[in-house]
């Protein structure tokens, strides 16, 4: 069991960017990134997912990066290291090691392109969960993988109990209620979109992964905690305000627009790998705008 227990945060997880410098992760610019999202208030971070562009990062990479921000972190907040793979062996690896380096939970995602059966996601989650004594997060985005994970697998796999929750980014609320009335709270739920925070939260989840976080954790911090403290529509109210910044930080491929705005802040290089590449000038144009208008530039 890890030290928070088995809801492994309340509110807002940073999906964390991953700094580049002349090809290699920049681990200063990441230290100073976590350090931020510390000071800023954010409930956790997710290191080494889709926003952190691990489907780039060699073996090694996302291990130094898992240890490193456990260390950096010191237990100041809880950090859910990405280690998802469509190699079940691989993921079981790393699930293990970041296990073993004092990560609070791990974040698996779907195995893609491989298309598994309902058995075989059964069969991949549990690997995964029996290898690991943390708390493992299940990461549900179909637009990306091309599989919808079936509401009888969440069921199944909400019998372990290792497995405490879902990052739920089908865009779909009546699948997270549905997930919740039929795993109640053997399973925490979590917006994997930045615009569902509320409503998700309203129907029972407790928080939300979030990629604006990143340029705005104490803002996305400030939407969970007034949901949490009762004021609905105080959360609201506060979502509203960061929709314009959201639909921004989507208007192309994540993570390239939140990168961008990281650099334009000067948190860390807008570099990125292939096959990322940065905004063109127009674009590039219309995110200092709307970075202008929330005062972050």
């Given amino acids: 069991m890890n030290s928070f227990g088995k809801t492994v945060f309340n509110g807002c997880a940073t999906a964390l960017i991953t700094p580049f410098s002349q090809g290699a992760v920049d681990y200063a610019s990441l230290g100073d990134l976590i350090e931020f999202q510390i000071a800023s208030e954010a409930d956790a971070i997710v290191v080494c997912g889709t926003t952190g562009e691990s489907a780039t990062l060699s073996d090694d990479e996302r291990r130094s990066i898992i240890a490193f921000s456990v260390d950096k972190a010191k237990g100041r907040l809880p950090v859910i290291a990405g280690t998802g793979c469509n190699n079940i062996e691989k993921a079981v690896e790393l699930s293990r090691y970041a296990s073993d380096v004092g990560a609070d939970a791990v974040m698996t995602v779907t195995p893609y392109y ?8 059964i069969k991949s989650f549990t690997a995964i969960a029996d290898s690991v004594n943390i708390p493992v997060i299940i990461y549900n985005v179909p637009s990306r993988t091309g599989i919808d994970i079936p509401l009888d697998v969440y069921a199944v796999l909400a019998e372990h109990e290792n497995i405490r ?12 209620e549905k997930i919740i009335e039929k795993c109640g709270d053997k399973l925490d ?10 409503p998700v939260m309203a129907v029972g989840g407790k928080g939300v992964v979030s990629v604006v976080s990143n340029i705005a954790p104490k803002a996305v911090h400030d ?8 004021d609905i529509s105080k959360s609201a109210e506060l979502q509203s305000r960061l929709l314009e910044l959201i639909d921004i930080c989507f208007f192309e491929v994540n993570p390239i627009p939140v990168k961008t705005a990281a650099s334009l802040m000067g948190l860390c290089s807008d570099e990125m790998r292939l096959p990322l590449c940065g905004l063109d000038e127009s674009k590039l144009q219309k ?3 709307v970075l202008k208008k929330y005062d972050l530039i």
Avoid: Q
Avoid at 165 to 176: C, D, H, L, R
Avoid at 225 to 230: M, R, T, Y
């Fill in 114 to 121: 491989n298309k598994a059966s309902a058995a075989g996601l």
């Fill in 165 to 176: 929750g879902v990052k739920e980014a089908s865009g779909n609320i009546v699948t997270v």
């Fill in 189 to 198: 739920i979590y917006s994997g979109n930045d615009d569902m925070t509320v």
């Fill in 223 to 230: 939407v969970c905690a007034a949901f949490d403290s009762g």
């Fill in 287 to 289: 995110l200092k705008t």
